[in-house]
Antibody, heavy 120, light 110 residues
Framework: QVQLVESGGGVVQPGTSLRLSCAAS????????MHWVRQPPGKGLEWVAF????????YYGDSVKGRFTISRDNSKNIVYLQMNNLRAEDTAVYYC?????????????WGQGTTVTVSS | QSVLTQPPSASGAPGQRVSISCSGS????????VNWYRQLPGTAPKLLLH???QRPSGVPDRFSGSKSGTSASLAISGLQSEDEADYYC???????????FGGGTKLTVL
């Protein structure tokens, strides 16, 4: 079935790095733009990054620009989020989302989320 | 502070109609379509409407959307207890080159 499964979350110290993965199945992954969206505890959704279906272009939210990198491997149906220089304010549940062609940036597939906690 | 502005809360009795607004600017709602998501407690968001008013397969026609200028709204008719959730609007912002979300509206069914 159509599915996104995130992994790689955990508890890390400020200033360290973490790489999240999101494995896709059940749909034409290489035609979908892919996004990462996060949700701090008790707060609303915050868009983090997205990458085109072919991986040529990527875009980032201001709060993560220069620290996070989104990438994808269409041969493995996986999208990654490399997070460097982590801060306490990066603590959140991180969701990956699939954005089909010509959807108007609508995420119609979501993973279950993976939790990142940045704490000393 | 979110780029898109939503009321933090809304409420209605079972069977009633409730509307949730989403206000933006020319660079986001003014020039691009709006999407709406519903998030039940402890679960991932789910797409409710895309391209302002289009319902994905499986979303009942109790949910409708509209857009005018730099604002959009989500309407839910025939309110049911299971509609209690957080609702978010989003759109592409061409100036920021980013997807922007509203702060979310918590809907309570009285």
């Amino acid at each position: 079935q159509v599915q996104l499964v995130e992994s790689g979350g955990g508890v890390v110290q400020p200033g360290t790095s973490l790489r999240l993965s999101c494995a896709a199945s059940g749909f034409s992954f290489n035609t979908y733009a892919m996004h990462w969206v996060r949700q701090p505890p008790g707060k609303g959704l915050e868009w983090v990054a997205f990458i085109w279906s072919d991986g040529v272009h990527d875009y980032y939210g201001d709060s993560v620009k220069g620290r996070f990198t989104i990438s994808r491997d269409n041969s493995k149906n996986i999208v990654y989020l490399q997070m460097n220089n982590l801060r306490a304010e990066d603590t959140a549940v991180y969701y990956c989302g699939g954005d089909p062609p010509q959807s108007g940036w609508a995420l119609d597939i979501w993973g279950q989320g993976t939790t990142v906690t940045v704490s000393s | 502070q979110s780029v898109l502005t939503q009321p933090p809360s809304a409420s209605g009795a079972p069977g009633q109609r409730v509307s949730i607004s989403c206000s933006g600017s020319r660079s986001n709602i003014g020039r691009n379509t709006v999407n709406w998501y519903r998030q039940l407690p402890g679960t991932a968001p789910k797409l409710l409407l895309h391209k302002n008013d289009q319902r994905p397969s499986g979303v009942p026609d109790r949910f409708s959307g509209s857009k005018s200028g730099t604002s959009a709204s989500l309407a839910i008719s025939g309110l049911q207890s299971e509609d209690e959730a957080d609702y978010y609007c989003s759109a592409w912002d061409g100036s920021l080159e980013a997807v922007v979300f509203g702060g979310g509206t918590k809907l309570t069914v009285l």
